[in-house]
Nanobody, 126 residues
Framework: VQLQASGGGLVQTGGSLRLSCLDS?????????IAWFRQAPGQEREGVGC????????YYENLVKGRFTISRDSAKNTVYLQMNGLKPEDTAIYYC???????????????????WGQGTLVTVSS
C-alpha cells in the first residue's frame, strides 16, 4: 500500500476531524505533491486541496478554504487534512493521492495523480 488514508468517522455539524495520509517510502522518494479528494454518494469526485511535500506550499478549493488545512509531518511521512466547521455537505469518502508534479499555481488536475489511497469515510450529521 503506497498511501494509507485514515481518520474518518461520524461527526456533528460544526465539528472537526483530522484525516491522515501515510506515505510509503516510494511515495516520499518519487512524488512531489499530495492531494486530498472527496466523493459524495452519487456525485463526481472533487478536489479538496493539495500540498507540495518538500516546501509545504498548500492550495485549497473554494468550498473548503478557511475551514480545512493541509499539513505535513516529514518525520512521520504523513500528510494531514484538518477539517473544522464541518457541514453535512462535507459528507464523502476522502482520498489522498500523490503526484510527481510540483505546482506553483494550484493543485494539478486529477489526471496528474497516479497513486491513490483507499479512502476514508467522513459523515457529518445535521
Amino acid at each position: 500500500v503506497q498511501l494509507q488514508a485514515s481518520g474518518g468517522g461520524l461527526v456533528q455539524t460544526g465539528g472537526s476531524l483530522r484525516l491522515s495520509c501515510l506515505d510509503s517510502e516510494f511515495v516520499v522518494n518519487t512524488r512531489r505533491g499530495i492531494a486530498w479528494f472527496r466523493q459524495a454518494p452519487g456525485q463526481e469526485r472533487e478536489g479538496v486541496g493539495c500540498i507540495n511535500v518538500h516546501d509545504g506550499t498548500t492550495y485549497y478549493e473554494n468550498l473548503v478554504k478557511g475551514r480545512f488545512t493541509i499539513s505535513r509531518d516529514s518525520a512521520k511521512n504523513t500528510v494531514y487534512l484538518q477539517m473544522n466547521g464541518l457541514k453535512p455537505e462535507d459528507t464523502a469518502i476522502y482520498y489522498c493521492a500523490a503526484t510527481a508534479v510540483y505546482t506553483t499555481y494550484g493543485c494539478p488536475p486529477d489526471s496528474e495523480y497516479d497513486i491513490w489511497g483507499q479512502g476514508t469515510l467522513v459523515t457529518v450529521s445535521s
